[in-house]
């Protein structure tokens, strides 16, 4: 199966996987999709997960890129939240490890070594979740509000602010704060508030 080469034009958002999305050992091997980014036929999103030249990849594209670099016993069972959420919207680096959540009211054990992520049991209801091609994301105000209580201060003020700015998030500063105000009084509470007024500060005028 060959991809046509690229050529100028504009780039679609994906919204669906319907053969624009290769997963290694799927279709192609990890070692044929490497060289096929080479020759600018496919782009790396995350892991092994690459998208046809023509598509610029969305949270869709790297929810399931993101799914995909678990082990295939660990996928479905956990959501991507905190950093990792916050990249699959477009707002922050790609991760080094992977962040899962688990409701913390629900049986669970430890992730298996060499997993590629770490797992925090956090209380987490049916509306903090968003279901993205089948890939469990905390919605994005939840997102922002984890980053502001659990991320160094420096990279939750710039996660926020990119948040706060990206069209059909919702995520606006006055919301994240009035959620950390107003919410029940975690640790990081202070810090979260001092990462909105950073992100407020470094606000486009």
Known sequence: MSLPRPHPGSIPEITSTGGAIFHAGDLFSAAELQGMCRDLLVTRVYG???????????????????????????????????????????????????TLLVDNRRRTSS??????????????????????????????????????????????????????????LNCSLHYVRTLLRNGKRVPGTKQGLEAVELAEAAAPR
């Open 48 to 98: 092994s997960t690459y998208v046809r030249w023509d598509v610029r990849p969305g949270p869709l594209a790297r929810a399931l890129a993101a799914a995909h670099q678990l082990p295939p016993t660990l996928r479905g069972r956990y959501v991507f939240g905190r950093l990792s959420a916050a990249w699959i919207y477009g707002c922050a680096p790609p991760p080094r490890r992977l």
């Open 111 to 168: 992730l298996p070594p060499f997993s590629g992520a770490v797992l925090h049991e956090v209380a987490l209801g049916p509306a903090d979740r968003l279901d993205l091609g089948g890939v469990m994301v905390t919605q994005p105000l939840r997102t922002a509000v984890d980053v502001a209580l659990q991320a160094p201060l420096a990279e939750a003020a710039a996660v926020l602010g990119l948040m706060s700015r990206e069209p059909g």
